[in-house]
């Protein structure tokens, strides 16, 4: 499976973005898809999470109610909306699939990871 993030950009704090994570190569209908960023100089930390069958979503705390994720087996592509964006958010934006994960925990183990997309918040 080969992951392709796409839709960072630059943006003023308060605004939104949208990522996508195309897939390629096999289907990803049985396996979780989710989020990390990696800021500069800090550890690559979960963001958001969605069960293979798109039941269940994670999010970690720090985005609660701010991002949304969400998948469309159709396209093979997962996504993530981002609004009201903080510059607390500027990172590097990576997807990631887990063969059946469940959504009921942080994503972890990680089967497959995408190439990163930079998303710049500015204040």
């Known amino acids: 499976v080969q992951l392709q993030a796409s839709g960072g950009g630059l943006v003023q704090a308060g605004g939104s973005l949208r990522l996508s994570c195309a897939a390629s190569g096999r289907t990803v209908s049985s396996y979780g898809m989710g989020w990390f960023r990696q800021a500069p100089g800090k550890e690559r930390e979960f963001v958001a999470a969605i069960s293979w069958s798109a039941v269940r979503t994670y999010y970690a705390d720090s985005v609660k109610g701010r991002f949304t994720i969400s998948r469309d087996n159709a396209k093979n592509t997962g996504y993530l909306q981002m609004n009201s964006l903080k510059p607390e958010d500027t990172a590097i934006y990576y997807c990631?699939?887990?063969?059946?994960?469940?959504?009921?925990?942080?994503?972890?183990?990680?089967?497959?990871w995408g190439k990163g997309t930079l998303v710049t918040v500015s204040s």
């Open positions: 990631a699939a887990r063969l059946g994960y469940t959504g009921n925990y942080p994503l972890m183990n990680v089967d497959y």
